[in-house]
């Protein structure tokens, strides 16, 4: 359907360029157009926009981060794709995407069985999510996740380290007391610092960016309790969209690109899978 | 899209889990705003001296500030504040062990106590004068006038606005989860966390929602009917 | 090393808070100008008992209260569009920010119209009756005796509306609005200083506040049928 109007359109249009003078931008735009062989598909993807380094809005309010740098990169390999991007909250990112209002998913998003039954996920990942353990500085008592059992872990719905603790305590007998909470950082920091909570879930990164904001309050314990990797999220039914940007980050990936992103900008190779 | 009824199910019983969490950040702030709202719209409509102006400052502050700040305010000061207090007068327990849910109680009625009392002054201001001017003439004291005679009459013109600030109150405790208290919104959102069906859980929540706050407009319909026998009828 | 608190923070957000103040305030005036007038309609409905309209109207005003507003922003954003396509309008394009607008104005009718529900009921039939007995219509009656004098009523509860409206532009940042509130959160999410943030926005909307209360005092002066000044 949208062929058949378009191909209308550009006729149209080239009639009307022939004989007015004084186009419009627009309409010599979309006269130049036609001399490519197909016009780009637009792809909308759903970005967060909170959740620094990965994906915020900058001091402008444009978007930022990893996920976006990764995108773009993406889209040059990509030339029948043009990349619009859609900012928002991690869980309206998947209500938009169910609604056809955006058509890719890209929050660090991780795949699971429950989760691959309502979406389809990449099979390329683009990065790994190490999380660990964050606790008061100076703490001794916690040194790996089983120490946790009696204790309180702040986690925040939806995200990895409440689906990874949440396994846990069914496993365990609901050990880990589990408070969810949907508060800010300096909340959090505040939390563990006067002991309300035991420890949070975090990665290295954000420890580190937490210590510099504070000062020296939070240190990584233990060895990683989860390691996941992250993939974008498309509809069930958008398999070749899935192909080929799959395709496009294996490049990435082998060319080094993926990785010298991931160093920049996450202070680190998380590219690889654990 | 597709929508999944069962698990829209599993989020509809968390959410309802949660309902007396909800249901207590609604009424306690409301029943504190009542009390306290009342006494601070009295001090504004009659102009008592310091207290006029010091309710005032704390109406238009409370009522401009947003309500997420007061409970991180409450959060950080009190906590703060507590543990000072605690040290000095050697008690045993320290703010790590108060249910932070009374912090948010808290900082709702601060709230709730800046918003109803608006409502209340609204409703003093609609009395006619001739019926304080009255009561005075037969010799009823200020109190006796106020709870004889006004007070019963504004009860009608309050209600429906006293529905809709509970209303609010309830659907706003979802806030409180900024300080880890969780509500019907956040648990029924926090049953997705595995599957990422959050559209389900957005409407299981909805629902209970919609469910309590049709018997809150029910009970408050009849409330009114009840209390406009004190009045001669309305104006259309 | 950084501080848990920092002070100067705020007045270094209060800028770049100023620079989105423009999309709060469309949000807010246009939601409450949208809210009004529908409100006005609704509560008519209602207070003259019209058949159906007067049901459906408590239904909707029902619905609006009783939902959370994300449910309705989604409503509107999601469902809205592929609603309206069926009848051949294709709104996908609009700007997010119509969105936004047209689920506050909705969602601040139904509140408003329950306040001018109460606020007209409050007035003393009395008044229609003397009215009516000089020889006024209908409609006179509503426009010059009536609704100026519930308007006293009304106003402290519609300044309470505005300012709730302020702070509930925050759910805008969900679906990518960066106004006042959007703003403060994103700043909280890359400096990590949310508080501060918070303070700035709040400090903002007290001076609109404070204006606000002005202008009302204003306009109660100008509707002062009954001398509020009591004699007490």
Redesign the interface.
């Known amino acids: 359907m949208k062929k058949i109007k378009l191909s209308k359109l550009v006729t149209g249009l080239l009639l009307l360029s022939l004989t007015l003078s004084g186009c419009s931008s627009k309409t010599s735009e979309t006269v130049a157009s036609t001399n490519k062989v197909a016009t780009p598909k637009t792809i909308v993807i759903g970005i967060g926009n909170a959740f620094k380094p990965y994906c915020y809005l900058d001091d402008k309010g444009k978007i930022a981060g990893y996920e976006y740098e990764v995108l773009q990169e993406v889209n040059k390999l990509l030339p029948q794709y043009k990349f619009e991007y859609e900012p928002a909250e991690f869980k309206t990112i998947l209500v938009s995407l169910g609604a056809k209002k955006v058509d890719i998913g890209a929050h660090q998003f991780e795949k699971n069985p429950d989760r691959e039954a309502k979406y389809l996920f990449g099979g390329e990942s683009y990065t790994t999510f190490i999380l660990r353990i964050a606790v008061k500085k100076g703490r001794t008592d916690i040194k790996g996740i089983d120490d946790l059992k009696g204790k309180t872990v702040q986690v925040s719905p939806g995200s990895n380290d409440a689906y990874t603790l949440e396994a846990y305590n069914k496993k365990n007998n609901n050990a880990i007391k589990l408070v969810y909470s949907s508060a800010d950082n300096a909340t959090t920091v505040k939390s563990v610092q006067d002991g309300r909570i035991d420890a949070f879930i975090s990665i290295k990164r954000i420890v580190d960016t937490l210590n510099k904001t504070y000062g020296d309050v939070i240190q990584t314990v233990g060895d990683p309790i989860a390691s996941s990797s992250t993939y974008y999220v498309y509809r069930k039914e958008d398999t070749k969209l899935k192909e080929d940007i799959d395709g496009a980050l294996k490049t990435l990936k082998a060319n080094g690109k993926l990785s010298k992103l991931s160093v920049d900008i996450i202070g680190g190779d998380y590219t690889t899978n654990d | 899209m597709e929508f999944d009824f069962n698990f829209m199910i599993v989020a509809l019983k968390a959410a309802i889990k949660f309902t007396p969490v909800s249901l207590v950040l609604a009424f306690v702030p409301l029943v504190i705003g009542i009390i306290l709202g009342t006494f601070v719209a009295i001090t504004r409509v009659y102009k008592v001296k310091v207290l006029c102006k010091l309710s005032q400052i704390y109406v238009v502050i409370i009522k401009g500030i947003p309500v997420s700040l007061i409970l991180l305010i409450m959060y950080f000061g009190l906590i703060q504040g507590f543990d000072v207090i605690a040290e000095l007068f050697h008690w045993t327990i320290r703010s790590k062990d108060i249910d932070l849910i009374y912090v948010a109680i808290i900082g709702l009625s601060i709230y709730a106590i800046a918003t109803i009392s608006e409502i209340i002054r609204g409703g003093l201001m609609s009395v006619d004068e001739g019926q304080y001017e009255a009561s005075y003439s037969v010799g009823m004291s200020k109190t006796q006038t106020l709870s004889r005679i006004i007070l019963p009459q504004i009860f009608p013109v309050v209600v429906p606005m006293l529905c809709s600030s509970l209303i609010g109150l309830f659907k706003g405790s979802s806030v409180a989860f900024l300080i880890s208290v969780t509500d019907v919104m956040n648990g029924a959102l926090i049953t997705a966390t595995g599957n990422y069906l959050f559209l389900e859980a957005y409407v299981a929540a909805a629902i209970v929602y919609w469910v309590i706050c049709i018997i809150f407009e029910r009970v408050s319909y009849i409330l009114e009917k009840h209390l406009k026998q004190y009045g001669k009828g309305v104006a259309l | 090393?950084?501080?848990?608190?920092d002070f100067k923070l705020i007045f270094k957000d209060l800028p770049?808070l100023l620079s989105?103040l423009h999309i709060t305030l469309l949000i807010v005036v246009s939601a409450t100008v949208i809210g009004l007038i529908l409100g006005i309609v609704l509560a008519l409905f209602r207070?003259?008992k019209i058949p159906i309209l007067s049901q459906l109207a408590t239904i909707y005003i029902?619905?609006n209260?009783?939902?959370?507003?994300?449910?309705q922003l989604?409503i509107v954003?999601?469902?809205l569009p592929?609603v309206l396509l069926i009848i051949g309008i294709d709104i996908?394009r609009w700007d997010k920010l119509y969105f936004v607008i047209i689920t506050y104005g909705l969602n601040a009718a139904a509140?408003m119209s329950?306040?001018i529900?109460?606020?007209?009921?409050?007035?003393?039939?009395?008044?229609?009756e003397a009215a009516y007995s000089v020889g006024m219509t209908r409609l006179q009656t509503?426009s010059r005796i009536?609704a100026p004098q519930?308007l006293?009523?009304?106003?402290?509860?519609l300044?309470?509306s505005f300012?709730?409206l302020l702070?509930d532009t925050?759910l805008a940042?969900?679906?990518?609005i960066?106004d006042v509130?959007g703003?403060a959160?994103?700043i909280?999410?890359?400096?990590?200083?949310?508080?501060e943030a918070?303070?700035a926005?709040?400090i903002i909307?007290?001076v609109?506040?404070?204006l606000l209360?002005k202008g009302f005092i204003l306009i109660e002066k100008r509707v002062e049928y009954?001398?509020?000044s009591?004699?007490?």
């Not at chain 3, 529900?117 to 229609?128: C, E, H, K, N, P």
């Open positions: 090393m950084g501080k848990m608190f770049q989105c207070l003259y029902s619905f209260r009783g939902t959370p507003m994300i449910v989604f954003y999601f469902g592929s996908n509140f329950e306040i529900r109460a606020s007209i009921l409050s007035v003393d039939f009395g008044q229609t509503f009536v519930s006293l009523i009304a106003l402290p509860n300044g309470t300012l709730g702070q925050s940042f969900t679906i990518g960066i509130m703003k959160k994103a909280g999410a890359t400096t990590y200083h949310s508080i918070y303070i926005a709040a909307f007290l609109l506040g404070t209360e009954k001398k509020v009591l004699k007490l």
